[in-house]
């Protein structure tokens, strides 16, 4: 009941904020949509999708010696969708989804520090053919798995794409925590890479 309490009160704070915010202003000009790779390479490969919704920005222009230097820090509402698989076995499938924020520093040559924080995850695994026995009777058991609690946490770099809106590459490495699992908590270590692009041209 707490778990669901919280993503209730952050989905409200996420709802309230964009309106007030952002009155008068497109979708698609605070919208960064990406597409990546989400795995750890060795085992569990897949893709995720995913969008970006600029919440705050603040722009600080420093005057130096060989010209003004822009650097930017944004505040980012972000919602992702992914699926991986182990291909060698195909026992380790999994759909995961995580919406939270993204804390973004921007240098003047475009490079990117990228902090993101989802408080609201789930994952949910996927097994192989099962069955269950029950007293004398043995039956199959439909879409076999679990479901779990799975908040993560994120840090990267990427680049901005020069004079272009919100596009541009990023490389993340990802820690999220699958709860209940068993008695406890399993951590699990994640590579993203992909790209962000925006309808918009300028």
Same mark, same amino acid.
């Given at each position: 009941?707490?778990?669901? &309490?919280?993503?209730?009160?952050?989905?409200?704070?996420?709802?309230?904020?964009?309106?007030?915010?952002? #009155?008068?202003?497109? !979708?698609?000009?605070?919208?960064?949509?990406?597409?990546?790779?989400?795995?750890?390479?060795?085992? #569990?490969?897949?893709?995720?999708? +995913?969008?970006?919704?600029?919440?705050?920005?603040?722009?600080?222009?420093?005057?130096?010696?060989?010209?003004?230097?822009?650097? &930017?820090?944004?505040?980012?509402?972000?919602?992702?969708?992914?699926?991986?698989?182990?291909? %060698?076995?195909? %026992? #380790?499938?999994?759909?995961?989804?995580?919406? +939270?924020?993204?804390?973004?520093?921007?240098?003047?040559?475009?490079?990117?520090?990228?902090?993101?924080?989802?408080?609201?995850?789930?994952?949910?695994?996927?097994? /192989?053919? &099962?069955?269950?026995?029950?007293? #004398?009777?043995?039956?199959?058991?439909? !879409?076999?798995?679990?479901?779990?609690?799975?908040?993560?946490?994120?840090?990267?770099?990427?680049?901005?794409? /020069?004079?272009?809106?919100?596009?541009?590459?990023?490389?993340?490495?990802?820690?999220?925590?699958?709860? /209940?699992?068993?008695?406890?908590?399993? /951590? &699990? !270590?994640?590579?993203?890479?992909?790209?962000?692009?925006?309808?918009?041209?300028?």
């Amino acid at each position: 009941m707490k778990q669901y &309490t919280i993503i209730f009160l952050f989905v409200y704070a996420v709802h309230f904020q964009a309106q007030s915010q952002f #009155d008068g202003a497109t !979708f698609l000009e605070r919208t960064a949509f990406k597409i990546g790779y989400h795995g750890n390479v060795f085992s #569990d490969n897949g893709l995720h999708l +995913g969008a970006e919704y600029l919440w705050k920005e603040k722009i600080r222009v420093k005057e130096k010696r060989k010209g003004p230097k822009t650097i &930017t820090h944004q505040l980012l509402f972000n919602g992702s969708i992914g699926y991986v698989t182990n291909f %060698t076995n195909r %026992t #380790d499938n999994g759909l995961h989804t995580h919406y +939270g924020l993204i804390w973004r520093r921007t240098s003047p040559k475009r490079w990117q520090w990228n902090l993101e924080v989802n408080p609201l995850g789930y994952y949910r695994s996927f097994l /192989p053919e &099962t069955f269950e026995v029950k007293g #004398d009777e043995v039956s199959k058991v439909q !879409f076999p798995g679990r479901s779990y609690y799975a908040p993560s946490v994120a840090i990267g770099i990427g680049r901005d794409r /020069p004079e272009k809106r919100r596009s541009g590459w990023y490389l993340n490495l990802n820690c999220t925590l699958r709860t /209940p699992y068993n008695a406890g908590t399993l /951590p &699990t !270590f994640s590579v993203q890479y992909g790209h962000r692009f925006n309808f918009k041209k300028k």
